[in-house]
Every structure is written in structure tokens, then in C-alpha cells.
């Protein structure tokens, strides 16, 4: 079965500072990967998807991501954060084939501060 | 262009009391259905999936129910709410395999 690990929990940074945010994933077929972003009680955003083709894939709000394939990563990042950026992340897979499950991690709360 | 509807927004309800969730979705036809369930520092928990009207694949032995009367109507239910259901639902769709799914805006379940 697939899993994804966001290994920070929490991502505090000032406004204009560039972000990482990890994702790792454990599956030993072919995957497709998702970074979705939330607000506060509201649901979930997709930022962006990669299925298939460049390992670089760019998203809404200036977010990238890099699909790497050795790693089994999935990290988003952004040059530069600002405040309306504080949100929390979910990295998610879902497995090629016939699959329709879409497993999430536990999400990242990026906090950006004045 | 395609839609996903979700109620209620919040809801208080007593231990041992019934529930019903419910999630329909417009513009689109033979969705993919999904009932997650969101805890605090927990990530997204998937408890149901639905492929078509009646197919139900339950991820996790619990006390709730997932319903597909119709094509486009996925609902969430329990007869007898536990303090342990407390959390914040969401529904959402996609279309064929390999896709996102799209999601609504959740409802606060808070079961006292």
C-alpha cells in the first residue's frame, strides 16, 4: 500500500524568505502526486499535479514542485512567501492502474511572519 | 463547469444520536465519490470511495455508513454517534483513475 510522509510539521518563515516544504512516498509502482493547500475550515486547494512528463511541474500561486524519482520525493516550493501563504499542505499519491484511492500526509502548517 | 455541494457546514450533535452528511455533486456524470475525515494533526483519513450508484469500498472499520442513492449523491451516516466521531468531513469527486479529486468545503462535526 502507498504512504506519503511530510516530515515538518510545522514550517514557520518570514514573508519574502523562500520555502521547502517535504514530501516523501513509499510505493514501488508507478505514482501520481498532488499538493493540495487549505485555509482554515475551509476543504482542500489543488496547487498542483504531477501524472506524467517533466519531474518539474509549476502550480497556482507561484508554487513548484520536483518529482524525483531515486528520492521517492515530491518537495513544494516557493522563491518567495507571503503572508497570505499561511495555510496548511498535504502532499498526496495515488498509485498508477487501476486505483482510485488518494492517500494524504499528515500536512505541513506553514506560518509566514511579518 | 463543475461543482461539489456539501451540508451542513457545522453541526452539534449528542452521543447516541443519528447522522446524515450529505454531498452531491453537478456537472459532471459517473463521478468518482469520497468521504474523508480530517483530525487534528492526523492528515486526511479516507473512509469511503464510491465508483458507481451502490458500489460503497469502506477503508476502515467504524461506526458510519456511506450511501450512493443516485449518481451524483454520496452520503455519510451513523445510528448512534460516538464522542470519537467528532472531526471535519469532507466530501469530494474526481473523474476516471488517474486524476485529482476535487473537494468541498467540509462540515465541523462536533459530537457532545
Known amino acids: 500500500a502507498q504512504s506519503v510522509t511530510q516530515l515538518d510539521s510545522q514550517v514557520p518563515v518570514f514573508e519574502e524568505a523562500p520555502v521547502e516544504l517535504r514530501c516523501n512516498y513509499s510505493s514501488s509502482v508507478s505514482v501520481y502526486l498532488f499538493w493540495y493547500v487549505q485555509y482554515p475550515n475551509q476543504g482542500l486547494q489543488l496547487l498542483l499535479k504531477y501524472l506524467s512528463g517533466s519531474t518539474l511541474v509549476k502550480g497556482i500561486n507561484g508554487f513548484e514542485a520536483e518529482f524525483n524519482k531515486s528520492q521517492t520525493s515530491f518537495h513544494l516550493r516557493k522563491p518567495s512567501v507571503h503572508i497570505s501563504d499561511t495555510a496548511e499542505y498535504f502532499c498526496a499519491v495515488k498509485l498508477g492502474g487501476s486505483n482510485y484511492k488518494l492517500t494524504f500526509g499528515k500536512g505541513t502548517l506553514l506560518t509566514v511572519n511579518p | 463547469s463543475q461543482t461539489i455541494h456539501q451540508w451542513p457546514a457545522t453541526l452539534v450533535q449528542p452521543v447516541g444520536s443519528p447522522l446524515s452528511l450529505e454531498c452531491t455533486v453537478e456537472g459532471t456524470s459517473n463521478p468518482n465519490l469520497y468521504w474523508y475525515r480530517q483530525a487534528a494533526g492526523r492528515g486526511l483519513q479516507l473512509l469511503f470511495y464510491s465508483v458507481g450508484i451502490g458500489q460503497i469500498s469502506s477503508e476502515v472499520p467504524q461506526n458510519l455508513s456511506a450511501s450512493r442513492p443516485q449518481d451524483r449523491q454520496f452520503i455519510l451516516s451513523s445510528k448512534k454517534l460516538l464522542l470519537s466521531d467528532s472531526g471535519f468531513y469532507l466530501c469530494?469527486?474526481?473523474?476516471?483513475?488517474?486524476?485529482?479529486?476535487?473537494f468541498g468545503q467540509g462540515t465541523r462535526l462536533t459530537v457532545v
Open positions: 469530494a469527486w474526481s473523474v476516471g483513475m488517474n486524476t485529482e479529486a476535487f
